[in-house]
């Protein structure tokens, strides 16, 4: 099924109000080197195409760059990996956040019951922990919360390491912003918002990818 | 789906008579296992039978065909035990008489293939044709204990009570009857719901859900056909009545390959827990668990908030409930107020635990528990008990009874004090619960191990569930304080 790039997929979800970070589409060197100092050190640097699903399997994603030097070498190595098959790229340009807790949510059209929102713990781990939960589209504010609620390692919700507890108001506008995506456009099979890393207290989708269903177009 | 109305329901749950389709003379088939549950009951209403060569059947005067039945009594109710191909035209026989139910047992419909499926289809379209309620194909009947209505072609008659059953699998609803037997809690309608064909497992929980007779609904389902539809129907049940759900098929085969990290945690298991936690049905994961909420829901009142006191007379056993209420997803070991652990020291000598679990230690003596008790389920920090030890005294009065010695030597005079006793203490946590409007949950594995305990038994005498561990009291309490908060938290009364 089609998917759209990070940063389209991005456009769509922060529309219904996902928090994202504040980032660049650049197509040169050059340009990725400027956005990066508009931004501020550290910077992360990925390669962007409708076609591109995975792209940390295909190390195209480079974190933590400290300086312009390490921008310009990092985007001409991405620029370089792009395989005909990847159609139009692009370098996106992003801060580096960083956060001790990441949790997954997302959009899920399931076989007998449609669309699903779900909200998990863990970001890259998720699947290796499993605490998850899912609820019918559309959702209430109270189905959000209720979906907070209902993971299972609360612990991780609190204050944590010197960190602020999570803003269950912001996770529950998120949930909230999937749900209303899904009703919005039914052409939306699937999204993954995957990491949230939590800023703040705030979940940021540093990672979007949203599925379209067959013959939808962009 | 717009609901089925209820009146439609009547002829099937409470007919004012019934025929037998197929009835038949030979003992182990279904048509005589059928008429003589229904004779057998003390169902009131007309029972009349038909089979081809006619005959006496269990007293009753069979004929050889439904237009030949003598027009002395309304019948409402048909339950076919006829084969596939015989049964368009019983039914339409079935309508000229003004009967407005038939419950199918028969089988080779939906479940036998495509011509199977064309025949359910055609049945379906004839019964609407004739305005007749069609409960099945290939189920194996209905039970009303209002009615004293026992029309399956299996065992058993459950005691009468407050619990309504539907069920995708006829075995399941024997399992359910069962319990409702070993146990006393009763049902009010249970229902085989076979292929479902015309009507489904929720339209059967539409109509318990408006049914004075029934206050908690309990449903066994494998496929969900439109689990959206599905979704919005168990919704506007559960706003009128608990429904417990036991699903079938959670874990086969659902987790297909999927590309997105969402896709591939998303299992068939997790998505309808997530259905359930939003609708307000409860889920459960086994056959006993399921009854034992339901009974639970039936019994108890609902709790207004999660935190619960274990009263016990030995140590072990209220560590290992306090463990479960504390590992427990939604409720919470109750903290024990300092005015009420004074007002317990009043009645208690100094070695009891001062503390939740509230164990007595042995110091009690007559009248100890059911103050003990009035005091707990009395205090505002406390929303439920569960209460262990009942029965103890009565296992050493069996022993002294059932020995050499009984009944001299004073043991006649401590046996009866024994089994008094635990009499008392059972009436007292079905009053206490009464007066206070909060549940108290006696358990004891006394109430398998030993049934006729004077303890357990007393429980069943007040018509509430004896569990047979404090970990299932935990776990049904638990089901009871997730559906209040579910309705307190949308302003449901």
Not at chain 2, 363 to 391: F, K, N, Q, S
Request: aromatic share 4%.
């Amino acid at each position: 099924m089609p998917t759209l790039s990070e940063a389209d997929s991005k456009a769509r979800v922060a529309a219904h109000g996902v928090l994202v970070p504040d980032e660049r589409i650049v197509a040169t060197a050059d340009d990725a080197v400027a956005a990066a100092e508009a931004i501020g050190f550290p910077v992360v640097t990925k390669l962007c195409g409708d076609a591109i699903a995975h792209k940390t399997e295909r190390g195209l994603v480079r974190l933590n760059l400290r300086t312009a030097d390490d921008v310009r070498a990092a985007a001409v190595d991405l620029l370089a990996a792009a395989t005909p098959e990847d159609g139009p790229v692009a370098l996106l340009v992003a801060p580096m956040l960083s956060g001790n807790r990441e949790l997954i949510a997302g959009l899920h059209t399931d076989a007998q019951f449609g669309p699903t929102v779900m909200l998990g713990v863990g970001g890259i781990l998720a699947e290796a922990i499993r605490d998850v939960v899912f609820r019918l589209v559309p959702i209430t504010a109270l189905d959000a919360a209720e979906m907070i609620d209902d993971l299972g390692t609360q612990p991780l919700l609190g204050a944590f390491r010197g960190e602020p507890a999570i803003d269950r108001g912001a996770l529950a506008a998120t949930l909230l912003g999937l749900s209303a995506l899904s009703v919005a456009d039914p052409s939306v099979v699937s999204v993954d918002l995957n990491p949230l890393i939590v800023v703040d207290g705030r979940p940021i989708a540093v990672d979007a990818l949203v599925e379209l269903a067959e013959g939808s177009t962009r | 789906m717009k609901p089925l109305h209820p009146e439609r329901f009547r002829a099937l749950f409470d007919p004012r008579g019934i025929v037998v389709a197929g009835a038949s003379s030979h003992p182990g088939k279904f048509g005589f296992v059928a008429l003589h549950n229904i004779l057998s009951q003390g169902y009131a209403g007309a029972v009349r039978a038909t089979n081809r060569e006619g005959g006496t059947i269990l007293g009753v005067e069979a004929v050889p065909s439904i237009d030949d039945l003598a027009a002395d009594a309304p019948l409402d109710l048909v339950f076919v035990c006829t084969p596939a191909g015989a049964n368009p035209e019983l039914l339409r026989a079935c309508a000229q008489r003004g009967i407005t139910a038939a419950f199918v047992t028969s089988a080779g419909y939906g479940e036998a293939g495509d011509e199977g499926r064309a025949a359910e289809r055609d049945l379906v379209a004839l019964a609407d044709e004739l305005g007749i309620l069609l409960a099945g194909p290939n189920g194996q009947g209905v039970v009303s204990t209002p009615s004293r209505l026992c029309a399956q072609i299996v065992a058993p008659y459950p005691p009468g009570g407050d619990i309504g059953v539907a069920s995708q699998s006829g075995n399941f609803v024997s399992s359910f009857l069962n319990y409702s037997v070993q146990t006393g809690i009763g049902i009010s309608r249970a229902v085989s719901a076979g292929n479902a064909a015309m009507v489904t497992v929720p339209d059967y929980l539409d109509f318990y859900a408006d049914d004075p007779q029934t206050t908690v609904g309990l449903a066994y389902v494998e496929g969900i056909a439109d689990g959206r539809a599905f979704a919005e129907r168990v919704r506007v049940i559960t706003e009128r009545m608990p429904l417990v759900l036991l699903k079938g098929g959670a874990t086969a085969g659902g987790q297909r390959a999927a590309a997105s990290h969402t896709g591939a945690l998303a299992s068939d298991d997790r998505v309808l827990d997530g259905m359930c936690h939003q609708m307000g049905a409860i889920r459960a994961a086994t056959v006993e668990e399921a009854f034992e909420a339901a009974a639970t829901f039936a019994t108890q009142p609902l709790p207004a908030g999660p935190n619960v006191a274990v009263l016990t007379t030995a140590g072990g056993w209220g560590v290992v409930t306090a463990d479960a209420i504390t590992a427990h997803r939604d409720l919470a070991l109750a903290p024990l107020p300092e005015d009420l652990r004074a007002s317990i020291d009043t009645k208690l000598p100094p070695r009891w635990s001062r503390n939740n679990p509230i164990d007595l230690a042995g110091g009690e003596t007559r009248d100890t528990i059911p103050e003990v008790m009035t005091m707990v389920a009395g205090h505002p920090a406390i929303d439920a008990i569960v209460y262990l030890g009942l029965g103890i005294q009565s296992n050493q009065a069996r022993l002294m009874r059932e020995g050499p010695f009984y009944p001299g030597d004073g043991l006649e005079r401590i046996v009866d004090y024994h089994q008094r006793q635990d009499a008392r203490f059972a009436r007292a946590a079905a009053e206490i619960s009464e007066q206070t409007g909060k549940p108290i949950l006696t358990a004891t594995e006394l109430a398998t191990a030993d049934p006729a305990n004077p303890g357990p038994t007393t429980v069943r005498g007040t018509r509430r569930l004896c569990y047979s561990s404090s970990n299932r009291a935990v776990i049904a309490l638990g089901h009871l304080y997730r559906y209040a908060r579910w309705r307190r938290s949308r302003g449901l009364a």
